[in-house]
């Protein structure tokens, strides 16, 4: 079955879920307001400039997990998804997702941002699978550290061959569309990469390579024939 592959945050999504994470938390009194939106603000824009430490950026953001209890999280979560989320979910998204799942393709999710948060998004979508940075659980309690490899840059390469293996899936034929120069190891993998409102460095890159660069944002022409043309 061919893999249609999404990256989330400013692509499915019209923001970063992690970076509005950061936020909710700073507007809900959850952490420190000002020290915690200033170290949110600097690790998103190290990780738009390439530069983001991402074992230093999950030791902060993972840190409230450890600080309160899991069901105390899952109503904040709730919160989150209806306040952040659900605003900025994408209908051009959820037809090129659709496209996809009526050629018959097993959709798949790759994020960088921690399965607590993005598990609801992908959820919200229907898709297939989900594969995020997994936190570490313990005994019903996040721990603050992670499990596993992260999936960011070449760690999504690393975590999607590992799962390729354990399902028996390949790459042939297979579809990834991102709007981050992050994700340029697996863009160049997959059988048939597409930018999504891609970040400059990207959409460089892209036009040199002649991959197709698609917007999912309002634009008068509609996804399904964009859809139609790289599903």
Known sequence: MTLAIFDLDNTLIAGDSDYLWGQYLVERGIVDGDAYARENQR????YVRGVLDIHEFLRFSLRPL???PRPRLLEWREEFMAEKIRPILLPRARALLESHRQRGHYLLIITATNHFVTEPIAAEFGVDHLIATDPELVDG???????GIPSFREGKVQRLTRWLEQTGRNLAGSHFYSDS???LPLLEL???????DPDETLRQHAEFRGWPVISLRDRPA???EEAEAYA
């Open 222 to 224: 509609p996804v399904d």
């Open 66 to 68: 450890a600080e309160n």
């Open 43 to 46: 690790f998103y824009d190290e």
């Open 190 to 196: 997959v059988s048939s990469p597409v930018a999504v």
């Open 181 to 183: 120069h992050n994700d």
């Open 141 to 147: 309690r996040y721990t603050g550290e992670v499990a």
